[in-house]
């Protein structure tokens, strides 16, 4: 069972709205991912946080904005969207950003309308 | 970005065959994970292979790590139809920026049928 816990599990927005997408860990992890997913093709790398603070932003466009307010916490904003972002969103945790081994959660699916 | 080329693509077999798929890449990676993927839902972690020429076995599943840890592969004896999904192999280099997040292979998708 995994110990990420994302929520919504699914989302609908229009492309005027605001929404946010939460993920949780609690086993003590200090490094965490967002990552994009599209049907049938493996998870792209969004964002890192290292220690509660950004260390890669792989070039992702600015209506994604995340946010890290404590170790055990980040969150995915969201604003103006396209129909072209809907996917399924994949937060991840590992003990820091050296591990070996990322855990994901179960996701977000996103849909904008 | 360490490619991983993952093979083959797409399987479908009956329930009681073997199948293997492979992993491989031309650059040496500290470790390499495999995760199952259900339509749906998250990639969910079956093992980590951090030693050349290492085995590790869960239930009906192998995976061998290569002896120069440039490639792996994941071995299913007697597939079962809740085996089905998407099986993806990811490398992990230390002590490099791409230590941050793992390199993804594209991906296997199994059907297993009764």
């Known amino acids: 069972d995994t110990e990420v816990t994302q929520t919504p599990k699914h989302l609908v927005m229009g492309m005027t709205n605001k929404k946010s997408l939460k993920c949780e860990q609690h086993?003590?992890?200090?490094?965490m991912y967002w990552y994009k997913q599209k049907a049938k093709k493996p998870p792209e790398l969004m964002f890192v946080?290292?220690?509660?603070?950004?260390?890669i932003n792989e070039s992702v466009p600015s209506r994604f904005s995340p946010e890290c307010p404590n170790s055990s916490l980040l969150n995915l904003h969201l604003h103006a969207l396209q129909p072209e972002d809907s996917a399924l969103y994949l937060c991840?945790?590992?003990?820091?950003?050296?591990?070996?081994?990322?855990?994901f959660g179960e996701g977000s699916w996103l849909t904008v309308v | 970005t360490q490619l991983l080329e993952q093979s083959p693509q797409f399987l479908s077999i009956q329930e009681g065959e073997n199948l293997t798929v492979y992993c491989n890449s031309s650059?040496?990676?500290?470790?390499l994970q495999w995760y199952r993927q259900e339509p749906g839902e998250g990639p969910v972690l079956l093992v980590t292979?951090?030693?050349?020429?290492e085995v590790k076995k869960l239930k009906r599943l192998t995976f061998q790590f290569g002896d120069a840890r440039k490639d792996s592969s994941l071995h299913i004896t007697a597939a079962q139809p809740g085996d089905t999904g998407l099986y993806l192999c990811?490398?992990?280099?230390?002590?490099?920026?791409?230590?941050?997040?793992?390199?993804f292979g594209k991906g296997t998708s199994l059907l297993v049928t009764p």
């Open positions: 991840a945790s590992s003990q820091d950003y050296r591990a070996d081994t990322i855990y």
């Open positions: 086993m003590g992890h200090r490094a």
């Open positions: 946080y290292s220690y509660e603070k950004l260390s």
């Open positions: 650059s040496v990676f500290s470790s």
């Open positions: 292979v951090v030693t050349g020429g």
């Open positions: 990811a490398g992990a280099s230390r002590g490099s920026n791409s230590g941050y997040a793992l390199n």
